[in-house]
T-cell receptor, first 112, second 116 residues
Framework: GQQLNQSPQSMFIQEGEDVSMNCTSSSIFNTWLWYKQEPGEGPVLLIALYKAGELTSNGRLTAQFGITRKDSFLNISASIPSDVGIYFCAGLHNFGNEKLTFGTGTRLTIIP | GAVVSQHPSRVICKSGTSVKIECRSL??????MFWYRQFPKKSLMLMAT?????????EQGVEKDKFLINHASLTLSTLTVTSAHPEDSSFYIC????????????FGDGTRLSIL
C-alpha cells in the first residue's frame, strides 16, 4: 500500500539542538497526524492538524499542515533525552472508518 | 483520555500454535478497530479493519484464514494468528476509533510475538 515519505530517515543530534523533519505525499490528505513511538510500545499521538496551512504547537513541538495538503513538517525545539524515539507522520483522508497511511518514520537519537 | 489495552504484551510459543491477541477500548466504545503489523525498524503496516458486528476487511496480501479477526463487542477485538510459524514473529499493534467522534485512532501498546 501507499506510504508517506519521511525525511530524514534518522537523525543524531546533541541535547539542546532543534530538530526538523518532514513528510511528503503524492496525494492529498485532509488530516495530518504526528506520532512518536518508543521501543516496545505503540504510537502516541503528538499533534493533529486539520486544516491546510494550520500551524499547531504542543509544548516544544510545532507542526504545520502544508498548503498543498501533500506535506507536513514537525519541529522539536531544545531537544532533551526523552525525545529519543521514532516519529511517524500519518495522513487521513476523512474521519470515520478511514484508515491511516503512515510515513516511513524518522529515528531520533540524542547524543549526550 | 481514551485508553486502548492490548494483551498479552509479549508471547513466545512453539511453531504450530495458535495465538490470540486482545485489543480493548477501556473507556470508550470503538465502532472500528485496526490491526497493524510492524517489522523491526519499519513503519506500521495495516493488516485489517475490524468493524463491530461485521466481517473484517483485510488489506491486500494479508491471509484472512491465517489472521482471524473477531470484533464481537464495541470494546473488544481479537486477532488470532493460526498455526503460527517463525515468519509470523512480529510486533502486532491495534488501534481503536471512537464512534461519532472526530478524535484520531488511539493505539494499544503492541504485542511482541515470537514463534520458535
Amino acid at each position: 500500500g501507499q506510504q508517506l515519505n519521511q525525511s530524514p530517515q534518522s537523525m543524531f543530534i546533541q541535547e539542546g539542538e532543534d530538530v526538523s523533519m518532514n513528510c511528503t505525499s503524492s496525494s492529498i490528505f485532509n488530516t495530518w497526524l504526528w506520532y512518536k513511538q518508543e521501543p516496545g510500545e505503540g504510537p502516541v499521538l503528538l499533534i493533529a492538524l486539520y486544516k491546510a496551512g494550520e500551524l499547531t504547537s504542543n509544548g516544544r513541538l510545532t507542526a504545520q499542515f502544508g498548503i498543498t495538503r501533500k506535506d507536513s513538517f514537525l519541529n522539536i525545539s531544545a531537544s532533551i533525552p526523552s525525545d529519543v524515539g521514532i516519529y511517524f507522520c500519518a495522513g487521513l483522508h476523512n474521519f470515520g472508518n478511514e484508515k491511516l497511511t503512515f510515513g516511513t518514520g524518522t529515528r531520533l537519537t540524542i547524543i549526550p | 483520555g481514551a485508553v486502548v489495552s492490548q494483551h498479552p504484551s509479549r508471547v513466545i510459543c512453539k511453531s504450530g500454535t495458535s495465538v490470540k491477541i486482545e485489543c480493548r477500548s477501556l473507556d470508550f466504545q470503538a465502532t472500528t478497530m485496526f490491526w497493524y503489523r510492524q517489522f523491526p525498524k519499519k513503519s506500521l503496516m495495516l493488516m485489517a479493519t475490524s468493524n463491530e458486528g461485521s466481517k473484517a476487511t483485510y488489506e491486500q496480501g494479508v491471509e484472512k484464514d491465517k489472521f482471524l479477526i473477531n470484533h464481537a463487542s464495541l470494546t473488544l477485538s481479537t486477532l488470532t494468528v493460526t498455526s503460527a510459524h517463525p515468519e509470523d514473529s512480529s510486533f502486532y499493534i491495534c488501534s481503536a476509533l471512537q464512534g461519532n467522534s472526530n478524535q484520531p485512532q488511539h493505539f494499544g501498546d503492541g504485542t511482541r510475538l515470537s514463534i520458535l
